[in-house]
Nanobody, 120 residues
Framework: QVQLVESGGGVVQAGGSLRLSCAAS????????MAWYRQAPGKQRELVAR???????DYVDSVKGRFTISRDFAKNTIYLQMNSLKLEDTGVYYC??????????????WGPGTQVTVSS
């Protein structure tokens, strides 16, 4: 069984910073791309940032220059450094990973999410 667990969410004032972590564990053979999504109240879940196995990254336009996704391959962990946070960054942040398990099954896994609240 494969699990993703996020941590690092919380309440922060606008302009502040937070760092999210997501650790993958379980019967993992390989991890392909990993990503952070978020869902604001009343809105659809959106892709925030993605990182490939080569380390290449993509960001939604609204976070470019403020957020940085990174990856520690040895720890099967990704991070999202969020700076200059805005009220509209509020939401539940979900970790996603495309993972191959020990019997060769390839599928997307999701973490339970971590709440980020940006206050004025």
């Amino acid at each position: 069984q494969v699990q993703l667990v996020e941590s690092g969410g919380g309440v922060v004032q606008a302009g502040g910073s937070l760092r999210l972590s997501c650790a993958a564990s379980g019967n993992i053979l390989a991890i392909n791309a990993m990503a952070w999504y978020r869902q604001a109240p009343g809105k659809q879940r959106e892709l925030v940032a993605r990182i490939s196995t080569s380390g290449s990254t993509d960001y939604v336009d609204s976070v470019k220059g403020r957020f940085t996704i990174s990856r520690d391959f040895a720890k099967n962990t990704i991070y999202l450094q969020m700076n200059s946070l805005k009220l509209e960054d509020t939401g539940v942040y979900y970790c996603n990973g495309n993972i191959v398990d020990m019997i060769g099954r390839n599928r997307d896994y999701w973490g339970p999410g971590t709440q980020v609240t940006v206050s004025s």
